[in-house]
C-alpha cells in the first residue's frame, strides 16, 4: 500500500477492525471493515486488486472490479494460487479482466527506486513483533492465525 501511495494512487485497503487504526498510520485513502461489510456488495469498483489473502474465490471480484481492470494474488491459500496459476488465462477470459500471480524478479533498477523511497520516508516497514530465533515457531503460528499487524521480524 506505502508504494501504491508513493507512486500517486488512491487506495483503499481492506482489513479486520483491529487492523484499520495501522491502515489508517500506513497512509489508506479508504478502509473497508471486512467484519461488518462485503467489499464484493459495497457497489464501488476498483482499477486493480491485489489480494494478500485469498480467501474468496476470484470469480467473488467480478463485479468489483473495473472492466480492463487487473485482479493480482500475492498470497493466501495454496488452492487460489493454482486455481489463479493453472487457470489464470482462461479465467482472464470468462471475467474480461486480468487476472494474475504476482511474479517479480528483482533487478536492480527496482531495488535502487524502493531504497530511494525508503530514505525519503515514503515507505517504512510497519514491525508488529520482533522474535528471536528460538521463537521462530511462534512467530509462524502467529502469522497462521492471523494476530500479528503487519510484519515480523527475526532478530538472529
Avoid: W
Avoid at 496459476?85 to 474480461?96: K, T
Avoid at 528483482?106 to 520516508?121: H, Q, T, V, Y
Amino acid at each position: 500500500m506505502q508504494i501504491a501511495k508513493a507512486l500517486g494512487a488512491e487506495v483503499t485497503a481492506v482489513c479486520s477492525t483491529n487492523k484499520m487504526e495501522m491502515m489508517r498510520l500506513i497512509g489508506a485513502d479508504h478502509i473497508i471493515d471486512y467484519t461488518r461489510t462485503n467489499i464484493t456488495k459495497n457497489g464501488q469498483q476498483y482499477d486493480l486488486i491485489l489480494d494478500a489473502a485469498a480467501y474468496r474465490s476470484v470469480f467473488d471480484y467480478r463485479s468489483i472490479l473495473k472492466a480492463e481492470g487487473t485482479y493480482v494474488l500475492i498470497g493466501g491459500s495454496i488452492s487460489r494460487l493454482f486455481q489463479v496459476m493453472l487457470f489464470g488465462s482462461v479465467i482472464s477470459r470468462i471475467m474480461r479482466r486480468k487476472l494474475k500471480c504476482l511474479m517479480a524478479k528483482p533487478n536492480r533498477s527496482d531495488l535502487i527506486i524502493l531504497k530511494d523511497m525508503i530514505e525519503a520516508g515514503k515507505i517504512v516497514p510497519f514491525i508488529d513483533r520482533t522474535y528471536n530465533l528460538s521463537e521462530i515457531p511462534t512467530a509462524i503460528r502467529q502469522l497462521e492465525q492471523r494476530q500479528v499487524r503487519g510484519k515480523v521480524a527475526i532478530s538472529v
